[in-house]
């Protein structure tokens, strides 16, 4: 390093921190489609890792959707939803996510990232508060921060703190807005949003849920925390993303029309960042049509995560909270996770070690994910897998 780059030395010793703690990120490459079987690093697997829930993201029907979107849209959208970006395409996405989900209505987004950035500051800001789960996915903690309210974390899944919370400080404040995950997506519990619900309405708070991981998984056929808790017209807002169970790349607002309307007059990442391409818009509706068609593939996905979660933890795996098809294998150890992670790609299993800070400190687990693509052998196949890195390393007891 030379002397005039003296000025960037925080980095390497950041980096090197990060190496020394086993918090440091190395990003293996994708050599095939999104699938229950990848190419990584040039290394067949079987992937535990995908947010792909349904298979969607190969699917022959969105491919074929997206194909013929390009050949009569073209590829970017060169705009703007709010100037020149808002395809035919669009609005009939929009409409046909709200009736999926019976809302009033719903604004197509970037992402469900862009989603949380787009939705929180319009309806809080300086001299507001939020109340949000101290779990909260990074992308309503951001989203918080950049409205400029004031945050008031209450106890993860906790609606009695909650409300302590709410009868503590909103008082002091203008209005108040609560924020959960639906389904957490680090531990795979689901939030309590029916009690949630209570409290907030109890005291005025408007009310959001992110759904990201519960879109296309909890509820009838796939759709959502709401219906699942059979809370339909309550929530004020429900925010998903169309990146996940749904395949593809995208993030959904919905909720009351009021809401949804005043979002797209003043939403920053709707207004100055360009539309979702035509592929992507067109490989979402798909997505719908066969969310509507069938439930099939909406059963096997729970179907399969309680036959790996039983497997596991019938070899004496930890598998902390989870309620869904995320589920982590606790370990505690970051360098442990890390070297279990290793053992299980060495030995042909794609699960993914996640450590501080997505998760706190001294909770490194290793995230499995199962799919609809993934097959009873396949399942089988994982969970040997398990038995043998966790007996090696002395995770579990061999028995
Ligand atoms: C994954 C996730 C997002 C981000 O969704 P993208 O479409 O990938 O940007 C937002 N919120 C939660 C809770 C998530 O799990």
């Known amino acids: ?48 890792c995908t947010n792909n829930y349904l298979g969607l993201a190969n699917h022959p029907r969105m491919r074929r959707a997206a194909q013929e979107a390009i050949d009569r849209w073209g590829v970017g959208p060169a705009a703007v939803r709010t100037i020149a970006g808002t395809t035919a395409l669009h609005l009939e996405l929009e409409r046909r996510l709200a009736a999926f989900k019976g809302v009033e209505d719903a604004l197509f987004v970037q992402s469900g990232f862009n989603a949380n950035q787009a939705a ?25 921060r950049l409205s400029g309210a004031k945050i008031i974390v209450y106890e993860h899944c906790d609606p009695a703190d909650a409300e302590a919370k709410i009868q503590q400080h909103l008082p002091q404040y203008r209005r108040g807005l609560l924020i959960t995950d639906g389904v957490f997506s680090m531990d795979g519990d689901i939030a309590p949003l029916d009690r949630l619900y209570e409290v907030a ?25 709401v219906d ?15 990146s ?56 096997r996905l729970w179907e399969n995560a309680v036959y790996l979660r039983d497997g ?14 995320i589920i982590p294998v606790m370990l505690g150890d970051a360098a442990l996770t890390k070297r279990f992670s290793r053992r299980l790609f060495e030995e042909g299993v794609f699960a993914m070690g996640i450590g501080f800070p997505t998760v706190p400190q001294g909770l490194a687990r290793i995230r499995v994910m199962n799919t609809a693509a993934h097959s009873r052998a396949d399942l089988d196949l994982g969970v040997d897998v398990f038995a043998r890195v966790g007996r090696e390393l002395g995770v579990i007891t061999s028995g």
Not at 14 to 35: G, H
């Open 228 to 242: 699942h808790f059979g809370l339909h017209g309550r929530f004020d807002v429900e925010i998903g993303t169309l």
């Open 312 to 325: 596991l933890q019938k070899l004496g795996f930890d598998t902390g909270s989870s309620q869904t098809p």
């Open 244 to 299: 996940k169970a749904f395949g593809a790349v995208g993030g959904v607002i919905a909720g009351k029309k009021l809401i949804v309307d005043f979002i797209r007059q003043k939403a920053r990442p709707f207004l100055f960042s360009s539309a979702t391409t035509p592929a992507d818009t067109a490989a979402c509706l798909a997505a719908v049509d066969l969310l509507e068609e069938s439930e099939e593939l909406v059963t």
């Open 120 to 144: 929180i500051a319009p309806l809080v800001g300086k001299g507001d508060v939020i109340f949000s789960d101290r779990l909260n996915h990074a992308s309503i903690i951001d989203g918080s």
């Open 1 to 48: 390093m030379s002397n005039t780059d003296s000025k960037l030395q925080f980095i390497q010793e950041e980096i090197a921190r990060l190496q020394a703690e086993n918090l440091f990120i190395n990003i293996r490459t994708m050599e095939s489609a999104a699938d229950g079987w990848m190419v990584v690093d040039g290394k067949r697997v079987l992937n535990f």
């Open 201 to 225: 309405e109890k005291h005025g708070v408007m009310t959001m849920v992110d759904d990201a991981h519960g879109e296309g998984v909890l509820g009838k056929g796939g759709r959502g925390i």
